[in-house]
């Protein structure tokens, strides 16, 4: 299936390439195409690569989904960077599990585990308490009640409270510095109040933030268990942690939360052609129903891409 997807993938691409290169020799006979030929070969021609990865990336999930089946980080969709060399670049993509995170907009509605699960995460991640009370502020109905810090600064905001609709808006949040939203970002998502967490995706920091009465041990014999064989279900889930901590650890754990199965997910996109790039977000849902149809949520705006890793 893996290999199909990636097939899948490549093929999108190679034909959205070639409809490229006979539009750009057509253009080229005049003047006029000329021109545009140029300009195509900037940021228009990145963003039409980003285009064609995000038609494609639907086909991916809808590839990777079976009914009655799980989702897990052995799934093409989790394999890291998928990458298609292109004329003169490259195009990637990498997707994540929005289900695997800890979802803030439960601090919209004051639910006591979930902050105390917050407050776990942020101790663990060595993010002051001061923080999370400022998001809890920020997220509550009606927004913080003290404004001021929001008025004063040099693009000033009023911040009206609420559930967000995308992780970025937390970058508001008093107190959130770039280095710690960046420290934060991989653990926390902002998603529908009744959206579980996918015990097969969820790294350990979240494991450990939702079940404090595990220590580092047992966290890692579940990321162990779930390597092996992932969760088929939140019913096989269960079962399997009764038979690794007995029936009376099952007592504290949020069990009716957990899940299997993902319907979220992120694709951040790169395009890079001779030395330019452009990087691209998309938020999809996939449907549980037949045939697991994705579609996009939405797209954020296409953004000059910084170096990868240990690139120049």
């Not at 006029?32 to 990145?46: I, K, N, P, S, Y």
């Not at 009606?142 to 693009?155: D, I, K, Q």
């Not at 019913?235 to 504290?252: C, I, K, Y």
Request: net charge negative.
């Amino acid at each position: 299936m893996r290999r199909e997807a990636g097939f899948v993938l490549l093929n999108a691409l190679v034909v959205v390439i070639a409809i490229t290169a006979i539009s750009a020799a057509v253009l080229v006979l005049t003047a006029e195409g000329r021109a545009r030929l140029t300009a195509a070969q900037g940021d228009a021609q990145l963003a039409l690569y980003l285009d064609a990865a995000e038609t494609l990336i639907p086909q991916i999930l809808e590839t990777e989904w079976e009914e009655d089946g799980s989702d897990h980080l052995d799934e093409i969709w989790a394999s890291g960077d998928l990458t298609v060399p292109i004329d003169r670049g490259v195009v990637s993509v990498r997707m994540t599990d929005l289900q695997g995170r800890l979802n803030a907009n439960l601090l919209n509605i004051e639910d006591e585990r979930a902050e105390a699960e917050f407050r776990r995460l942020f101790e663990a991640l060595g993010l002051p308490p001061a923080l999370l009370d400022a998001l809890r502020r920020y997220l509550a109905e009606g927004g913080p009640p003290n404004v001021s810090a929001y008025l004063t600064r040099r693009n000033p905001i009023l911040p009206g409270g609420g559930i967000a609709a995308l992780i970025d808006q937390l970058k508001q949040v008093e107190g959130m510095t770039p280095a710690r939203f960046a420290r934060l970002e991989p653990f926390v998502a902002v998603l529908p109040y009744e959206v579980s967490l996918n015990a097969n995706t969820a790294p350990p920091e979240v494991l450990a933030a939702v079940m404090p009465e595990f220590g580092t041990p047992q966290i890692a014999q579940i990321v162990a268990e779930r390597t092996g064989e992932p969760f088929a279900s939140a019913v096989d889930f269960r079962l399997r942690m009764a038979d690794l901590f007995g029936e009376e650890a099952l007592q504290t754990l949020p069990l009716e939360r957990m899940t299997a199965r993902t319907s979220y997910f992120e694709a951040r996109i790169r395009a890079e052609i001779d030395g330019r790039a452009l990087s691209r977000r998309v938020i999809l849902h996939r449907s549980d129903k037949k045939d697991g149809k994705t579609r996009r949520l939405f797209s954020l705006p296409d953004m000059p891409a910084l170096p990868p890793p240990g690139g120049e």
